[in-house]
């Protein structure tokens, strides 16, 4: 059974099975023009991400299913970014007529696994043929775990600087897979080709981050450490001195980047789909608190710098204490005119 | 400039140039991990469109200004069948990357001003690369004009059909820019052509419809007058009389039909996006209040018939009295066994 051959309305049919019925926040679920949602909020996010085949996926690398976990990862991750649960999910695909039904019941499988996993549902969507290529557009709409969200802008000199996780892992896998798909069936990369395949949003570290800290300003690291420390950075109207030796780095990622041959700088700075998220707090926090956190979470929070006056710019401080600037695009070294010398 | 070089930060400062500044129910636009709303009803309704160039548009015959214009009328419609305004709107457009800048900011322009006209507000969107083709992913979020959404399920048996505008214009139009993009141009078929290129949501008559009628049941025709009737049929457990002779029909999309040697039917039942309400009041309803409507709303508002048993079906009366099946393709005749005669 393909796209072409299904019908619109047994597909819808099948689609609704797989997500069963609405929760209780939800009056109106797939089938009507519209869902209907009860807010419980005075403030809301809207956020929309969009995945084409061969530029963000390629279903040799990836199931359908995985696909589908993904895509909401990435989804949910901004509300999470923004201090936010996520609760309603919309999703558009559009994919070609030879499409088996199959396969999109195989990516909703795996959507509505994982957005139930982050606590939200799909209430709604499109899937609409394409000439070629499978595209994916979702939206998720959100509510703040506190009283408002938590934006970009709010970053202020001596904050401290954290990231949740490990980086580095999300591009040694997409390397690996790109490389050679049979390399990334070695146990020693495993935890890095799982966390290009399988990334998790930090839905519930966001949730006690904001409960427990007070933070004041988040992003997620979905376009590489380096460029969401520069948005960070232009938003709060800050700079940043990050300690190199303070970032998180999975060490299977490391094990990558040496038995490939990469720079290991990439992998951390530059590599995209991390999910993690990179926040500032105010001063007075406490260790315990982390600690717990940490535990609760089941993730890793880092202290990786501190927030500093702008003209200081984004700065990456070696272990000798000198700082050379970051660049969106990875490092530049001072006096060499903004040339890589790595 | 194309989509490869512009690069995205100055691509969304583009677009936010277009956007302008939030309105007062946006405290954060476009810029941030997510957009921050304002909702201000106890519910909300969420609606997602896709939309893909060569299955549902073609660039040769319509201009991205006028997409972008056509892609919020038809998202917004689905808000104003649930009889709610639309008030934020997210774009997803995944285009390839040798795409030039300007023809995606034409798309802006035209969404733009088409939401601003609908009382909406674009808060935030995604713009990817694709291998090929354009497509589309808008996402609406409104609230009713009245204290709960409209649904399809509420119409009952002695209720009056009704529908607003002229039927017949969209497919006609369609079928002069297939055949012959010439022929679109002659000032007799002119108005069903611009019924294709420009289709106007009726989010201002759903508004006075739902503040002015006692309305049980409302969907927008965007798949065609047959397939909505059952659809309508379906959700709230009837059937339908509908007057043959009472539909409403664009004069122009007669010509077209006459013209073009095709069957007047299929442009009236079968013809999509042409994005007009299809609802049901219950009796009690006064002419001089259809009569105002109308006469605000700028637009025609016509009693095609009854609202029947479900054991009925959805029934196509003509001026003899005598009822034919209409099925969700069309017409089919008594004692035929379900074959088309025209």
């Known amino acids: 059974m393909t796209l072409e051959t299904i019908g619109e309305r047994e597909l819808i049919r099948e689609i609704a099975k797989i997500i ?8 109106v679920g797939i089938g009507d023009d519209a869902a209907v949602i009860r807010p419980s909020k005075k403030t809301q996010v809207i956020t929309t991400d969009a995945f084409a085949e061969w530029i963000h996926f390629r279903t040799d690398h990836i199931s359908h299913d995985q696909i589908g976990a993904k895509v909401i990862a990435a989804t949910v991750s901004d509300c999470a970014a923004m201090g936010c649960a996520p609760k309603w999910v919309t999703v558009s695909i559009a994919a070609p007529e030879e499409t088996a039904v199959e396969k999109i019941l195989s990516l909703y499988h795996g959507m509505n696994r994982a957005a139930k996993s982050y606590g939200c549902e799909i209430v709604g969507g499109d899937t609409i043929r394409s000439m070629a290529d499978l595209t994916l557009s979702l939206t998720a709409v959100g509510e703040p775990f506190g009283d408002e969200p938590v934006t970009r802008s709010g970053a ?6 954290f990231v949740t996780g490990m980086l580095g892992g999300a591009m040694a ?6 490389k050679d798909p049979a390399l990334s069936l070695e146990k020693n990369y495993r935890s ?3 966390r290009y395949l399988e990334p998790e949003a930090r839905v519930d570290a966001s949730r006690r981050i904001v409960a427990h800290l007070p933070v004041t300003s988040m992003i997620d690291v979905s376009d590489g450490l380096s460029v969401e420390l520069h948005h960070l950075a232009r938003e709060s109207g800050v700079g940043f001195h990050v300690e190199l030796d303070a970032v998180p780095v999975l060490p299977s990622a490391i094990e990558v980047a040496t038995d490939l041959g990469e720079p290991l700088d990439a992998l951390i700075f530059q590599g995209g789909e991390e999910f993690e998220l990179l926040f500032t707090v105010s001063p007075g926090w406490e260790d315990e608190t982390i600690e717990a956190i940490r535990r609760e979470a089941g ?8 927030v500093a006056p702008a003209e200081e710019g984004v700065l990456l401080v070696g272990p000798d204490g000198d700082g050379r600037a970051l660049s969106e695009e990875g490092f530049e070294h001072f006096g060499e005119g903004g040339a ?3």
Do not use: A, F
């Open 20 to 27: 069963g019925p609405c929760g209780k926040n939800t009056l």
């Open 156 to 161: 202020r000199v001596g904050d401290d600087l």
């Open 173 to 178: 896998g997409l390397l690996l897979l790109y």
């Open 192 to 194: 890095s080709v799982m």
């Open 299 to 306: 993730v890793e929070i880092t202290r990786i710098g501190i």
């Open 340 to 342: 890589k010398e790595d």
